[in-house]
């Protein structure tokens, strides 16, 4: 198994313990127009889903979340996750949400790598890939830093208000991964 600690962060598999602060991250507004979730959850939705990570395995889920703690103080600070997953084709789809207050401080880079070698080494997938909405340059800059490139733009994919905002698909091979 590789190791799941990175130089700031750890990551780790979900504990019931966790639904009450994954049913806070969730049903913030901001969160939904990038997880392409229409309204908020309830928490017995997280609770099963919490529930359901516990005892199916990554392939009967097509799905594999862990949180993001802190190394210092093995704080809660996030999710990441690859979703999609299809073994078949080697690839998986790759989100990763950090709480507003630990934004902007190395976190997401480091658990990005983490769930990339993740994806490659441990599942053998051949491919991750990621949308990002236009506005998003954030978001944009930490997975071009991680080594994905832009193969795709969709026009007006994600809703935002009564407008719609293009999205930015991006890859990353296993074959250019630098671990």
Request: overall charge neutral; glycine content about 8%.
């Given at each position: 198994?590789?190791?799941?600690?990175?130089?700031?962060?750890?990551?780790?598999?979900?504990?019931?313990?966790?639904?009450?602060?994954?049913?806070q991250?969730?049903?913030?507004?901001?969160?939904?127009?990038?997880?392409?979730?229409?309204?908020?959850?309830?928490?017995?939705?997280?609770?099963?889903?919490?529930?359901?990570?516990?005892?199916?395995?990554?392939?009967?889920?097509?799905?594999?979340?862990?949180?993001?703690?802190t190394?210092?103080?093995?704080?809660?600070?996030?999710?990441?996750?690859?979703?999609?997953?299809?073994?078949l084709?080697?690839?998986?789809?790759?989100?990763?949400?950090?709480?507003?207050?630990?934004?902007?401080?190395?976190?997401?880079?480091?658990?990005?790598?983490?769930?990339?070698?993740y994806?490659?080494?441990?599942?053998?997938?051949?491919?991750?890939?990621?949308?990002?909405?236009?506005?998003?340059?954030?978001?944009?800059?930490?997975?071009?830093?991680a080594?994905?490139?832009?193969?795709?733009?969709?026009?007006?994919?994600?809703?935002?208000?009564?407008?719609?905002?293009?999205?930015?698909?991006?890859?990353?091979?296993?074959?250019?991964?630098?671990?």
């Open positions: 198994m590789i190791d799941m600690k990175g130089k700031l962060v750890k990551l780790r598999a979900l504990e019931l313990d966790d639904a009450l602060l994954i049913y991250w969730e049903n913030q507004p901001e969160v939904w127009r990038t997880s392409h979730m229409p309204g908020p959850y309830s928490m017995e939705s997280i609770r099963q889903y919490v529930q359901n990570a516990l005892v199916y395995n990554v392939l009967a889920m097509q799905q594999v979340r862990f949180m993001i703690e190394l210092k103080d093995k704080t809660p600070i996030g999710m990441v996750d690859l979703f999609d997953l299809d073994m084709n080697g690839r998986a789809g790759i989100g990763i949400m950090i709480d507003g207050n630990y934004r902007a401080r190395g976190f997401a880079g480091d658990a990005l790598r983490l769930i990339i070698a994806g490659f080494q441990h599942l053998h997938l051949h491919q991750l890939y990621v949308d990002v909405v236009v506005s998003n340059a954030a978001s944009m800059r930490l997975f071009q830093k080594g994905f490139v832009i193969t795709g733009h969709r026009r007006d994919w994600v809703r935002n208000g009564p407008d719609y905002e293009d999205v930015i698909f991006m890859q990353l091979f296993h074959s250019s991964f630098k671990e």
